[in-house]
Each structure stands twice: as structure tokens, then as C-alpha cells.
């Protein structure tokens, strides 16, 4: 068997040269007056001054004044809509897209289930928005609501017909087509002002808002306001699909 040395050591130790220019090994400095610290270049020279980007800002925030949201209460219609309402848009759920607009709108949101009684006893606005116009923009529900509060009557958002109308007798033989500048195509929201909310004594006859307008409509007066083109309804995925394009960016 080979003998080997169970001492085994390695030396870790160098020698450091020393600078030319001094005896003892140290690094000789080279003398810096005050001519030389001015003719450093500032390296933030060219940036904006902080102090006064922050002044500037601040000077466009005061032209801005912030104006209270209307108070009113929101019910978001989910019921009788099957699975629809959780299709994704934009990465999120159609129900969160139409809660997060009514939470911006500042409408103070009451579950669906809530007991009708409660609702008229808060003697509030009442705001009905449909699941299936989850882009309805925040500023609509407010406009809406204003106007409400302002006339006292029912406010609906519409959207214009832009499909082929067409009559249809009793046998089904197609008629003559409609004259889509008298048909409206109910959107989001509903608002209902507190007199209309209170005569409601048993809620709302449907929570399907084309169907509950006439039945609104012939008991009170009704105002339309025209809803933008993101706040149209959606009834398939297809519709998901195509909102989704045209509010591409917005989100």
C-alpha cells in the first residue's frame, strides 16, 4: 500500500505588488484641487427638476373638481341567466365587469336576494343593472341615475335597432318589414325613483328589464337615454366574442 501524507496543506498565501510610485507598497492619490471637483459633469444635469414636475402636476389636479356621485342603491341582475353571466371578458367574469361599474359609479351595490321591503324603506334610487351589459361605462349609470333624480321618472338605456325587423301573422308568413327608427332595444340600466320603488308592492313583476319597461311604461312615465355602444347586451358567446373586440383597450 502507498504511504500517503494525512497533512495535507495548500498555501493560500501570494504577495501583492506594490504601486512603482511609493516605497512602502501604498497607492499614491494624485492630488484633486477645486478646479478639478468643477470640472466633474453633473450626471442629472439634463433631467427635469423633480420639484417642478411635482408642481406642475399638482397645478392639473386642482383644475379638475371632483364632483359626489348620486346616492343610490344597485341590484345586479344575475337570475334566469343561466351560465352566461360567468363567461370571461377581458380575463374577468361578466358579473365582475358589470360589479366593478357599479362600484364606480358609486351606487351602493345590495345583493340580489335583498327583500323588497328593505329597498323601500331606504327610500333610495334604485338602480337595476343587467349581468349581460357588464361594459355599461360607470359614467352612463351615473348620467342615468341623474336624470332620474332630476325628472322623478323611470330612466332606461337604450340602444338603437340596427337588425332587419320584420312582421309575422299568426300563421308565420313574414310581413312587411318594420321601420326601425320607431323600435328601441332596451340596454342597462333601469332606475327607478323612490315614489315607483314604493308602489312596487310586491317587487318587481320580472327581472327581464325588455320585459319589465312596458309593464313600467304603463303605469309611469319612462325616459330613454341612448347608451354608448360598449353598454350593448350580449346573449351568446358569440356576443362575448364581439364585445370583447370592440372594447378592446378600454380595460
Known amino acids: 500500500m502507498d504511504e500517503r501524507d494525512d497533512d495535507v496543506r495548500f498555501d493560500l498565501s501570494f504577495d501583492v505588488d506594490a504601486d512603482p510610485g511609493t516605497d512602502d507598497g501604498t497607492a499614491e492619490t494624485p492630488d484633486q484641487g477645486p478646479e478639478d471637483v468643477d470640472a466633474i459633469e453633473d450626471p442629472y444635469a439634463d433631467l427635469p427638476d423633480p420639484d417642478g414636475a411635482v408642481d406642475e402636476l399638482d397645478d392639473e389636479d386642482d383644475d379638475e373638481e371632483w364632483v359626489e356621485p348620486p346616492e343610490a342603491l344597485a341590484v345586479l341582475l344575475t337570475d334566469h341567466r343561466g351560465s352566461l353571466p360567468f363567461s370571461l371578458l377581458h380575463g374577468e367574469a361578466l358579473v365582475a365587469c358589470a360589479a366593478w361599474a ?20 331606504a327610500e ?48 308565420g308568413v313574414l310581413g312587411e318589414t318594420v321601420d326601425r327608427d320607431r323600435l328601441l332595444a332596451v340596454a342597462s340600466p333601469v332606475v327607478l325613483p323612490p315614489s315607483v320603488v314604493a308602489a312596487l308592492d310586491d317587487g318587481l313583476p320580472t327581472d327581464d328589464l325588455a320585459a319589465l319597461v312596458p309593464l313600467l311604461a304603463a303605469r309611469w312615465p319612462v325616459r330613454t337615454l341612448a347608451a354608448p355602444p360598449q353598454a350593448r347586451r350580449v346573449a351568446d358567446a358569440d356576443d362575448v366574442a364581439v364585445l370583447e373586440a370592440l372594447t378592446r383597450g378600454e380595460r
Open 102 to 121: 357599479l362600484g364606480e359609479s358609486g351606487a351602493l351595490q345590495v345583493d340580489e336576494g335583498t327583500a323588497w321591503q328593505a329597498l323601500v324603506d
Open 124 to 171: 333610495e334610487t334604485v338602480v337595476l343593472h343587467d349581468v349581460l351589459c357588464p361594459m355599461t361605462p360607470p359614467s352612463f349609470l351615473v348620467e342615468c341615475v341623474r336624470h332620474s333624480q332630476a325628472h322623478g321618472a323611470v330612466v332606461v338605456g337604450v340602444r338603437a335597432v340596427t337588425d332587419t325587423v320584420k312582421e309575422v301573422d299568426e300563421a
